[in-house]
Structure formats: structure tokens, C-alpha cells
């Protein structure tokens, strides 16, 4: 019999509890051996919680219990987390956690505390979908080329709603605040910071590679318009925020920003709240895993399939992605280094000349123009549209700069990147 | 060290020993030893293969050399390859197939004897998609609702193809033919026995069922006609060649046949020749898996996968699947017992009475009509396509024969049942 100590009921944890106890009887065939969840830690015992453990404040009641096996970290934040951690892998203790921003900051230093002790953490990426057993197991003979995800769902909802249904930014996101996808203050979502964990963490599996929210390209979807809805349904494109690890040569591009991206490629057909993870291997070529992002049954699925799998085996087993390469020495690409098409919407002036200086503008830093369509405004303006052919992200913010200061461009250039 | 031979070096059997050896970095790191592909078997020494290990005509080089520590089978057919796995795993060695007709007569035996002895499949079910793995480990707090998968990449790639450039059968199964997707003889892709073989060995994972082929329903894709084609389009309807797993009570619904299905649902937007396989939890909700279904390399990457899972575990894990539901008798659901939508293509001469006489069987047959258009056709005769609301196949069964002697019915009915 293994035990299993939640630090953290609310809406995951209260789930971890019940489905252990509600499917107990094919979870126990398929662990092996009875998995029994016996207390939980919250901070406030006088709130009604849908769960039938005992539950405590003291968390010490879990990390000094030696017969607690199993640690279910679902507390939220980092630093209490991270001290909480430590501190059951020093007792030996296993650990499961669903805490993207712990591991974004904590995870090799985690990883490397745990040694052989079971440090697992499938629903911090996407909630339900099993990408980070696939990384391990299921894609574990290929080099992994690429990866794009659409793993923050309150985006995706909004941009879905967006190019389905022509609502507005400030339109969609006030419903969003309504129906409790996003947050009163929505930056952490709406901003790519909670994808920009997950990528990290993929990343980390995919390619060994160490960094910080703070050394990638984290950009949000908050100066989506309509106008560049327009243009993407016009033009058969759709509109995603996407997480991207990508492997070039030995440097590895981590990037977090809204992408213009073919209707037809599987990942842009990934809408409203799900996630959906594409994985492109050098043998098994384009997969792609696709669920719910979030929710409490969802994500404690893969909290519970952890825990069946600290069962089944004891110990860790060795983790993909620390040697991903071995003897190669792969770094993080500068993100001005990164080589992509490119979307420009600029509001300029519909008079003669405008167009050969943007033109020009544009030449002089070697960027060459694939399409462009000019759509009139109200007043004397128009929207100049276009795409570029691919470029360096280097000289294609100079240009932009460039285009600010030129005095044919009104207002701020939106630009967005286009993946293909 | 692992020692691996290859029991028959195709098109499969290259790609694996290539990828031990490409790749042998990353696995040698991933699996935690050395995996060597050190012989395989052909039945032709003289044909040119891109392989560098020994080749050899007599399996007995494998089978009784006890340094040879996983034997992967990829010969095709079934009794050859059943008396050569069952002969392996008595020398104790873990074996690795990807050979779906092998498994769906005999799985459970062979798993039986296999006992503690790894014996693995993943590449049989959708090539490189991971779904085995899924199943076994991903989803493994989950009761399986239900599966729906498009399992066989020719029927897929027919039926694209039909719809969207509106290419008759007959023409797009020669293209197919000469693509090089579809066999001489077609049956075994068009008539829905390959997604059958895959889909009884889904069902013994996630239900432990254990039925055969001639147990279940299977129809191909050989009668869907241009005017059903139309008619999905008009409804935004898509047609799959699904195979379909589901729970209803203590009964297991197992199907292979061509549905309706909204163009909405994720399943439906799986085009070509890509496989895609759609996993209900209980816990998780849908979850979707999606890649290539075959193909030398990405087949062999789940071969391979299955090799470093064996080299990291040394013994089998649990097969979920066994022990699904302890205690539960569950059985095979009788195919007249099925309930599900139609869809009916009558062809009818245009004259009154005739529509009074179809709603009259229908009616007697318990079969209410949910939606229903009239479209003429060359000389008097008119397409009288229908939808039902849900009914038991049996019914609709008995009413398309009535409907067939009716006198009013002018050929042979077209049915497609209706996937939710």
C-alpha cells in the first residue's frame, strides 16, 4: 500500500483525492498495489471542500509522517512550494506536482535533489494530455526537431472567439473574465507567461536546455485586432498563441508569441478552451496529442497517472531530456537571431510616396516583401498589409522602429510572426 | 548491453535497425545501456537492403542464440510468426511486434506466456502514434468511456480526397493503387479488416476483451457513393472510416465501419492519409492522438520505443487491460443491440405515395425520422436521403430489407450509421 499526502485541496487536489477513491479498483490492478490518499493540507479548515481525507494546516503532518509515501505538490506559488519540495525529496518522500511556475525556476535543481526518488510533474504541461510521457516513452527514439503547443486555453478561447465570431479583444476578454477562464487581472495568462512555463518544461524534457521565463520571447495576444483577424481568415490563416522549441543546428529557439499560422495544419484546428501539443520527431515526423488544458478532473488525471506510475515502478526512471544530445553543447538562440516569415499591418496615409518609403525602408534591411494589400480606412488613411519572405528578427525590428520614425506610418506597427 | 535480432527486414525492419544505430546517442542515454541490432532474418539473401547488420535466412540464428536478448518480429502473417514469438518468449527473450493480425487472434495467449517476459506492440496500432502508451500509462486513472479511431491511413487518404475534390471511389482507389497507398487487391484496407485488427487490440487494452475478428462488425468504405459524399458535405458532415470501442453498461460495443461525423469534432478533421485516434476518460474527458499510421520510419519508432521501455524496465509493467474493471463481467455487445443515428440513401421513383410508404416502414420499424431531403435524379427517380433520431441497428436492419421489397425503393439502400 502506498500513501498519498496532498499539499494543496482545491479544485486539483479535492480531484486527485476522489478519483483515487473513486476508480480505486483499476487503479489498484494497475498500479500493483493499493494507492490510499490520507490528508491534506489547506490553509483554511472552516471551507467547505467536496473531499472525505482529513485534512490539516500543518504541512509537517505529511513531510514528518514517514509512513506518507507520495507528496502531491498543488499549492501554487514558487518559493513555499519549492522549500516544500526539498524537503520531501530529502525525506525520501516522492513528489508530484502540477506547479509549471515551480519548474520553470526549480526544476533541474529539483531534478538533481531527487536523484532516484520519483519527481514527476505530467500535469503541469496541458493539464490531461500525456506530452510529457510521449516526450519520455512513446517518442523516445527520435530527436525532437520541433515542438508547437497551444497550451494556454483562456487564449484560445479568445482568439477562437475572435476569428469565429468578429468579437473584439476588450469584448472577449471582459467574457472571459465572466465565465471564469480568465482571471480579474488576466496578465498572466493573456501576457504568454503561463505558456512560456510550459514551453519551459517541455523544453527541458525535449532538449536538456536551462533557462528562465526571463531569457525567452514572451509576447502576448493583447494587441490582436480585428483588422488582423481580417487579414488572417482573408488570406486562410488562423490565429494561435503557440509555445515553440525549435532545434537549429546546436542552438534551440524557445519563444512564446501570437502566430499566423495555415488553416490547415492540425494545430490551428485546436480550438476554444482545449490544448493541443505537435511534436515533430526526425523519424516518427508530425504528431500531435490534443485535450483539456485545465480543469480539476482533467489535470488530476495526470497527477493520478503519475502516481500509478511512482507505483508500478519504485523508482524514477531516467530522465529524457538530461541527456538529450550527449556531448553535444546545444545554448538557447538569441531571440534577434531568430529567422521566421513576418506579418505587418501599418496604418499610413493613402497618399503618393508612402509606399516607396515603406518599401524602401524595408529593402534597406533585407527584408523582402511576399504579399501586400493596401484596405482603406475611414478618414484619409488606409491599413497597409503584409507578409515578408523569411527574415531575421533583428532586422525586421529595426525596420519597425524605422517605420515609426518615418513619418508615414500614424500609429504603432502591429507585426506578428507566421509559422509555418 | 542489448542484443537485438529482427526477424524479417522490410521496410519496417531497415528503419529500426537504422535508427538503432542513427540515433544510438540519444538511446544509448534514454535507455540507460547499449542497444545493438546485431542480425536479421530474410527469407531473400540476394535482394539489396540499406542495412549494415548480418542477415541471415535461418530464424534459428536468433532464436537459440542466448545472447540475443529482444527478438522484434515484423515478418506479417500469422501462424509463421505466432509459432516463432511463442518459441522466443520460451528462451526468455522480450519480443517486440508490430504485427496487428498476429495480435488480434492471439494476444492474450501470447501475453499469458510472456508472463514477466516483456512483450510489446505499440507500433501495431497507428504507427508512430504513441497510443499504447497513452492508454497503458497517460490515461491510466481513467475508466475508457470510448474510442473512436481512424486507423487505416489508404481509407482515410480515399475518402479525403472524395470529399474534398469530389473524385469518385472507383477513380481515387486506382490513384491510390498506383500512389502506392492501396494494394492490388484493396479488401484488406477498403473493406475495414486492417482498422479491425487495431481496433481488437485497443479494445483489449483498455476493456481486457478478448474477442476475434469474425466477432464484430466490420464494413468497408467500398459503397460510399458521390450523392452521400454531397449529402455529408450539406449537413457539414465528414466521412470516416472509424473503428469504434465503447462502454455501455457491462457491455463493449467493437465496430469498424464508415460514419457520418460533424466536420466540428476533432476526429473529423484528421485528412489524408494521417491516422487519429480520439480516447474518452472518465476523468480526462477527449483527448486526441494524431501522426502518421505507417510508414517505415515512423512505424519503427515505435518499435524502437518499445525496445528502450524494455532496456529501462528490464521486466513487463502490468498490462493494463488485464485487469480493467476486477470484478466486472464485461462482454461483447451483440452488433443488432447497437444503437446509434442513420443515415439512409434511398433511391425512389418520383410518384406519390412513395414517401408515405417509406415513413410507414420506418414507423412500424420503431425508426423516427430526424431530418429528410428529396433530390431528383436523371429520368423519374428521385435520392430520398434521411437522418434518424437514435435507434437499435436491429430495426434498422429489418426496415432497410422491408424497404428493399417495398416496390417503391428502387435499388439497393445506402445506410451510414452516424457518429456523436
Redo the contacts between chains.
Sequence with gaps: MLKVGIIGVGTVGT?VAN?LID?K????????KEIVPTIGVVSNLGKKRDVSIKLTTNVDEILEDDSIDIVVELMGGIEKPYEIVKKALLKGKAVVTANKALLAYHRYELQELAGDIPFEF?AAVAG???II??LR???????IKSIQGIMNGTCNYMLTRMINDGVSYNEILKEAQELGYAEADPTFDVGGFDAAHKLLILGSIAYGIDVKPEDILIEGIENISNADIEFAKEFEYSIKLLGIAKKVGNEIELRVHPVLISEDK?IA??DGV?NGISVV????????????GA?G??T???V??NI??IA??GKG??M?G??????EQISLMPKENIRTKYYLRLEVSDKSGTLAKVATILGDNSISIEAMMQKPLKSQNANLLLTTHTCIERDILKAIKELENSGVVLSKPSMIRIEA
Design positions: 480531484s478519483i476508480n479498483n483499476i487503479i489498484t490492478a494497475r498500479a500493483g505530467e490531461g494530455i500525456p510521457n510521449a516513452d512513446g517518442l523516445s527514439a527520435n530527436h492540425m484546428k485546436v482545449m520527431g526526425d523519424k516518427v515526423g508530425e504528431t500531435m496529442f490534443y485535450g483539456a480543469g478532473d482533467a488530476a488525471s495526470a493520478v497517472a500509478i506510475d508500478r515502478k526512471s531516467p529524457l538530461f541527456e538529450n544530445q550527449p556531448g
